[in-house]
């Protein structure tokens, strides 16, 4: 599985690559504006940190003239880009032309499976199927991934699965029961990933001994008589 990191702040892009696990980058309107910076130096600065991973750039129109000439500004500025585009009628026309052209997309706010339906036909790179919004309705979000993915590969479609609007680790294990292609999610959730009570207690006994034994890696070789 892919693991993608949802933010709009560089200094989270930076610690996730040093980790060596980070696999791409998206972003949305909010999430820039939150960033106080420009989007296309943000954008631009996510692309130079991660030089082999997808950073997903939003359009903002709602029309499609609009959002097409959004969108081709977006694409034109790295060819790491995948444009972001809303599952809206406009948007999927836009996703049409754009993979006409060779553009990657990244359609969003994806919650039912008929969705994720048009996205596909209309060639989208990525579906990016929200979850944790879908449960904060007392429904299970999970279920249209499910199906999605199902959908994708019975029919042959290219289009790979972003779990989106990840809440906490559990949905990461679901998306992974579910086959889904990618997860997306805030810094703070990819750093419970690695935690565990067991591994602090476990790495806390681990360094006892070892400190209490007195013992170093780099301890001085004793000289044989």
Same mark, same amino acid.
Request: glycine share 8%.
């Given at each position: 599985?892919?693991l993608?990191?949802?933010?709009?702040?560089? =200094?989270?892009?930076? /610690?996730?690559?040093?980790?060596?696990?980070?696999?791409?980058?998206?972003t949305?309107p909010?999430?820039?504006?939150?960033?106080?910076?420009?989007?296309?130096?943000?954008?631009l600065?996510?692309?130079?940190?991660?030089?082999?991973?997808?950073?997903s750039? =939003?359009?903002?129109a709602?029309?499609?003239?609009?959002?097409?000439?959004?969108?081709?500004?977006?694409?034109?500025?790295?060819?790491?880009?995948?444009?972001?585009?809303? @599952?809206?009628?406009p948007?999927?026309?836009?996703?049409?032309?754009?993979?006409?052209? *060779?553009?990657?997309?990244n359609?969003? @706010?994806?919650?039912?499976?008929? $969705?994720a339906l048009m996205a596909?036909k209309a060639?989208?790179?990525?579906?990016?199927?929200?979850?944790?919004?879908?449960?904060?309705l007392?429904?299970?979000?999970?279920?249209?991934?499910q199906d999605?993915?199902?959908?994708?590969?019975?029919?042959?479609?290219?289009?790979?699965?972003?779990?989106?609007?990840?809440r906490?680790?559990?949905?990461?294990? $679901?998306?992974? /029961?579910?086959?889904?292609?990618?997860s997306?999610?805030p810094?703070?959730?990819?750093?419970?990933?690695?935690?565990?009570?067991?591994?602090?207690? *476990?790495?806390?006994?681990f @360094?006892?001994d070892?400190? /209490?034994a007195?013992?170093?890696i780099?301890?001085k070789?004793t000289?044989?008589?």
């Open positions: 599985m892919k993608f990191v949802d933010t709009g702040d560089v =200094e989270e892009v930076r /610690q996730a690559v040093e980790w060596g696990v980070l696999d791409g980058v998206t949305n909010t999430l820039i504006a939150k960033s106080g910076k420009g989007f296309r130096e943000t954008v600065s996510m692309c130079h940190l991660l030089p082999d991973g997808d950073i750039a =939003e359009v903002v709602t029309n499609y003239d609009e959002m097409l000439k959004e969108a081709l500004e977006i694409s034109s500025w790295h060819s790491q880009i995948v444009v972001k585009v809303p @599952l809206i009628e948007g999927i026309r836009l996703v049409s032309t754009l993979a006409d052209k *060779g553009i990657r997309t359609v969003t @706010l994806v919650f039912t499976v008929p $969705q596909a060639g989208a790179t990525y579906i990016s199927n929200f979850v944790g919004r879908v449960d904060d007392s429904d299970d979000g999970m279920v249209a991934v999605t993915v199902r959908m994708v590969q019975d029919y042959g479609f290219e289009s790979e699965v972003l779990v989106a609007s990840v906490h680790p559990l949905h990461v294990v $679901q998306a992974i /029961q579910a086959g889904a292609h990618v997306t999610m810094f703070k959730i990819m750093q419970m990933l690695f935690k565990h009570p067991l591994t602090d207690s *476990g790495l806390k006994r @360094l006892d070892w400190n /209490q007195g013992l170093s780099f301890e070789q000289a044989s008589v």
